[in-house]
C-alpha cells in the first residue's frame, strides 16, 4: 500500500488550466499504475485518466482527451494531472489512485486513494 495525497486544486474561470499534483509514500511507488478519477456531486466516481508505471503508456476518458495529460516523476514520487481547457462539467473531487494491477477504468481495481482535492470551473 502507498499513502497519496492530492494538491493544486482551486477556482479556475472556464477555459482557465490547473495543475494537479498527487504525492506519495512508499519506496515502491514507481511500480504502481496510477489514475485520476473525479466525482462530481449526485454522480459517481469516474476515470479520468491512468499511467502505466512500466510503460509510460498514458489512457484519458474520451471526455478529457486533448485537454488534460497526466505525467508522472520516480524521483519525487509524484503523480500530475494538467488540465487545460477546463469546463464547467470538469467541476468535481478529483482523486488520485494507485494499483498493483493492469490498468482499469474501474475505480475498485484501484487499492490506494487520496483524500481529493475539489476543483471548480466556473462559466
Known amino acids: 500500500q502507498v499513502q497519496l495525497v492530492e494538491s493544486g486544486g482551486g477556482l479556475v474561470q472556464a477555459g482557465g488550466s490547473l495543475r494537479l499534483s498527487c504525492a506519495a509514500s512508499?519506496?515502491?511507488?514507481?511500480?504502481?499504475?496510477t489514475g485520476w478519477f473525479r466525482q462530481a456531486p449526485g454522480k459517481e466516481r469516474e476515470f479520468v485518466a491512468a499511467?502505466?508505471?512500466?510503460?509510460?503508456?498514458?489512457y484519458y476518458a474520451d471526455s478529457v482527451k486533448g485537454r488534460f495529460t497526466i505525467s508522472r516523476d520516480n524521483a519525487k514520487n509524484t503523480v500530475y494531472l494538467q488540465m487545460n481547457s477546463l469546463k464547467p462539467e470538469d467541476t468535481a473531487v478529483y482523486y488520485c489512485?494507485?494499483?498493483?494491477?493492469?490498468?482499469?477504468?474501474?475505480?475498485?481495481?484501484?487499492?490506494?486513494w487520496g483524500p481529493g482535492t475539489q476543483v471548480t470551473v466556473s462559466s
Open positions: 489512485a494507485a494499483s498493483k494491477y493492469t490498468i482499469t477504468t474501474r475505480p475498485s481495481d484501484f487499492g490506494s
Open positions: 512508499g519506496r515502491t511507488f514507481s511500480t504502481y499504475n
Open positions: 499511467i502505466s508505471w512500466s510503460s509510460g503508456s498514458t
